[in-house]
């Protein structure tokens, strides 16, 4: 993977701050200051598009960063001893992709656009110089690590005790959450997913999928029209707790 020089300026002209971003509540600290903020501004590298299909990075690419998800939407994935992918995880925008390589120096999973994307691309090895300045970013991404653990543990729970209605019942929550966690509808949303990545992440065959989303419509639970959910009644959708369990 190609990975644009450190020292490559950006005209003035074309930056976009981070205090101008109407994601930056979700994927930056909020108790970094104005100044500290500027500091942050000087290492990230904004506005990397990607198109649809398109990969950010690559399973033993060299882990040179982080990305914040800009606009669009990202899947990763794993390969299986035989050759078969297996979707690790999903990342809307003001979310941080990239962290699997931190521990290994290389990427243990590939990234891919799920639809034309933007990513703001965040140098690593500047991260962490800036985090000893400004603790608080540093314990926002300990933080962010921290939910990437929890969110492994949680899904492997899923797929190991709960059944199908429960792990799609799951997904609508935690799709939910994270919308309302960027100031959008938690009850009317689009899934930027395919129903194929949707069975492949939760164990699933595609038509176990179909059926189940025909079966929650027929109960009034959901309303589907392509890609677009609207969660009718939630706590019928959410019954014996089972959305709890990927819901951040």
Do not use: W
């Not at 509808?185 to 059926?211: H, K, Q, W």
């Amino acid at each position: 993977m190609a990975i644009t020089p450190p020292s490559r300026e950006i005209p003035l002209a074309a930056r976009v701050s981070c205090n101008d971003c109407s994601l930056s509540q979700i994927c930056l600290p909020l108790a970094v200051e104005p100044e500290q903020l500027d500091e942050l501004d000087r290492i990230i590298r904004r506005g990397r598009a990607l198109k649809r299909g398109e990969h950010l990075y690559r399973a033993a690419d060299s882990f040179e960063a982080v990305y914040a998800v800009r606009s669009g939407a990202l899947k990763t994935y794993a390969m299986s001893e035989d050759g078969d992918e297996q979707v690790t995880g999903f990342y809307l925008p003001g979310e941080i992709v990239g962290m699997d390589g931190i521990s290994t120096a290389y990427h243990i999973s590939s990234a891919k656009a799920l639809e034309t994307s933007t990513v703001c691309e965040i140098p690593f090895a500047h991260l962490e110089k800036l985090s000893i300045k400004i603790p608080s970013l540093q314990h926002h991404f300990f933080s962010l690590m921290s939910r990437e653990i929890q969110e492994d543990r949680a899904l492997l729970m899923l797929l190991s005790k709960k059944s199908a209605d429960d792990r799609i019942a799951a997904l609508f929550t935690t799709m939910a959450a994270r919308q309302e966690r960027r100031g959008l509808s938690s009850r009317l949303f689009r899934l930027p997913m395919s129903r194929y990545d949707i069975g492949n992440y939760l164990g699933l065959a595609v038509e176990t999928v179909s059926r189940i989303f025909t079966r929650f419509q027929q109960q009034g639970l959901i309303r589907v029209q392509g890609r677009e959910i609207e969660i009718l009644d939630s706590e019928r959708l959410c019954g014996d707790s089972r959305l709890q369990i990927i819901k951040d």
